[in-house]
């Protein structure tokens, strides 16, 4: 009788010592909180409009400058866009909240043909565009299912710009700065280890616009740029114990 007690004692205690270290090995749910570094690449493209804004200096040429299409022309640009990002997240039940930064290279151009007249057959010129860096400064916020995150994101853009008008036979103006905006998106990522997180992102930036003087080109007055794309990215990070 003794013999069957501690037996059947001996066993309960292994069942609720097999339990207990079950609960203990059991995965957790995945932690978002701390701080991640990046890469980043993706495709990005605009329409973009471009707005001759020409003086009157005399009858004859008097808002007779005029893009492709007639009167405001648009530029569509696209090309590629990659760099790193740098980020902290910070995780409350199942909310995640960040700040992130990243800088890219950007190959962003495209150019629109500019006539005297909107019945002209033959252009005089161009008017030209490019995008060639990236930044930006953002919160995220977003919804985390265990490994995944569903996430928005906005913040403060910047962008390197260089913009040109070009008229044949008398030369061309160009313009070139560092322009600030903002921008605007969302994505998704997930953990596929405790170190390692794939991402695929879209946002919408506006750069502002650029204006061009074009007093040297025969004609007084200016040209308006808009910078504005969408861009869809593809990204990796690698992320590090919570400071």
């Given at each position: 009788m003794l013999k069957n007690?501690?037996?059947?004692?001996?066993?309960?205690?292994?069942?609720?010592?097999?339990?207990?270290?079950?609960?203990?090995?059991?995965p957790t749910a995945y932690d978002w909180t701390g701080a991640y570094i990046g890469l980043q690449a993706g495709y990005a493209w605009g329409n973009n409009d471009?707005?001759?804004?020409?003086?009157?200096?005399?009858p004859a040429i008097a808002d007779a400058i005029v893009l492709s299409p007639p009167e405001d022309g648009d530029i569509d640009i696209d090309g590629f866009v990659g760099g790193a990002h740098l980020g902290y997240n910070f995780q409350a039940d199942s909310l995640v909240f960040g700040l992130e930064g990243d800088i890219e290279y950007a190959d962003l151009s495209g150019d629109t043909d500019v006539f005297f007249f909107s019945d002209d057959d033959e252009p005089i010129g161009k008017a030209e565009q490019n995008i060639d860096w990236l930044g930006s400064l953002r919160l995220r916020l977003g919804y985390a299912m265990d490994r995944a995150l569903i996430?928005?994101?906005g913040g403060l853009a910047v962008g390197g710009v260089d913009v040109k008008?070009?008229?044949d036979e008398t030369g061309h103006e160009s313009e070139s700065e560092t322009a600030w905006g903002w921008?605007?998106?969302?994505?998704?990522?997930?953990?596929f280890t405790d170190d390692l997180s794939a991402r695929i992102e879209y946002r919408y930036t506006d750069l502002g616009n650029t204006d061009v003087a074009i007093d040297n080109l025969g004609?007084?007055?200016?040209?308006?740029?808009?910078?504005?794309?969408?861009?869809?990215?593809?990204?990796?990070?690698?992320?590090?114990?919570?400071?």
């Open positions: 007690l501690l037996f059947a004692g001996t066993a309960s205690v292994l069942m609720i010592g097999t339990a207990q270290a079950a609960d203990i090995i059991e471009v707005s001759p804004d020409v003086e009157e200096i005399s996430y928005a994101t008008v070009s008229i921008t605007v998106g969302g994505g998704l990522e997930y953990a004609f007084a007055g200016d040209v308006e740029f808009e910078h504005t794309f969408h861009a869809v990215r593809a990204g990796l990070s690698w992320h590090f114990d919570s400071l």
